[in-house]
């Protein structure tokens, strides 16, 4: 099952099993950063960090094509970045859009549908001429 919210290998942005180019493609980071940390993680001895590494890396899916294809769109590919990290955030967000969209519809629907009395007098007008 394709998961856009889902943890993948990022197998055409990798070094070398692209543990660093998937977590960065899933939080958002540059993966330059994301790899520096894991460089400087194993240096100052967090040698669990290449255990761990390796695991992900075997357990982990390889990232399906068709979630590339959606990368062309920088919005679409931040809108599914900012779901992964804050879910709830997220769906917050698109409420409050859709309740503002709803609001601007009544607005205009009440400005359609009022009785105003100048254009109903117009619309008459041309009816009888």
Known sequence: MLRRTGFY???RNRKL??????????????????RVAMVMGT???????VLLYIVIGLMADAK????????VDPEDRAFWQKTRAAPSRT????????RDIDRRLR???????????RLAREIDELRHS
């Open 107 to 117: 607005d205009i629907e009440a400005s359609i549908t009022s009785g105003n009395s």
């Open 9 to 11: 290998l990022d197998t």
């Open 17 to 34: 099993m692209g543990v660093c180019a998937g977590i960065a493609d899933y939080t958002g980071i540059d993966v330059l950063w994301v």
């Open 64 to 71: 399906p094509d068709a979630l590339y294809a959606g990368e």
């Open 91 to 98: 769906i917050r967000e698109v409420r409050s859009t859709f």
């Open 43 to 49: 240096l100052l001895g967090a040698g669990f960090l």
